[in-house]
């Protein structure tokens, strides 16, 4: 017999949350909204990244100011904080979003983290006019607007010396002969691959 009640297709969202993998917060869920382009790092590569960066910067976290263009969960920007960053500025421009971070800083009471509500390309335009710089640059952004090639260009000025860049991609990034103008004078320090997801630690070359 016809099923007269077909069953609705469901929606896959990104997980109801996530959790700080290390630091003064280790283990503190992290609750993550469905919104359109929001995908959190997952915590594997999270726990790879952060490994990278601890050998770079050689733990000392907190001489590191950080930037989290595209904050999103708020999973780099908090885990940061949690493993003892200077700073670390969290820019969102979606208003749900710079909401539940904020709710999540006053829980946490982290008074390192400052969040704002704003355009991630227009933010780091005037970051960098004002002379603003970062030891640690987070680019996470949704990945089919093409934001990293534009976002990651801006990251030159923001920059401390010695500075590093972790970006994330839905796409390898193309090296030699095919590599973009947006890409060249950047240095791969670590690359690795997930599932889909490709990830890179970069420095200025």
């Known amino acids: ?111 390192q983290v400052k969040i704002v509500r704003g355009d991630a390309l227009a933010q780091a335009q005037q970051l960098a006019a004002r002379g603003q710089t970062f030891g640690l640059i987070f680019l996470d952004p949704p990945y089919q607007q093409d934001f990293l090639s534009k976002s990651l260009p801006l990251c030159r000025a923001l920059l401390a010396p010695g500075g590093l860049v972790y970006a994330e991609s839905g796409l390898a990034l193309p090296e030699g002969e095919q590599m973009p103008d947006w890409l060249r004078g950047w240095e791969i320090v670590r690359a690795d691959k997930a599932g889909m997801v490709h990830y890179y630690l970069l420095r200025a070359a």
């Open 1 to 111: 017999m016809q099923n007269k009640h077909p069953r609705k297709p469901v929606h896959r969202g990104p997980p109801q949350q996530v959790r700080i993998i290390g630091g003064l917060w280790k283990r503190t869920p992290l609750p993550v909204l469905d919104a359109a382009g929001l995908r959190p790092t997952p915590d594997r590569v999270r726990e790879t990244v952060f490994n990278w960066v601890q050998h770079q910067i050689d733990g000392l976290w907190q001489h590191c100011d950080v930037l989290d263009l595209f904050a999103g969960s708020g999973a780099l920007g908090f885990e940061a904080a949690s493993r003892g960053a200077r700073s670390v500025l969290m820019i969102d421009n979606v208003g749900p979003v710079v909401q539940q971070l904020q709710m999540i800083q006053e829980k946490l009471r982290a008074t």
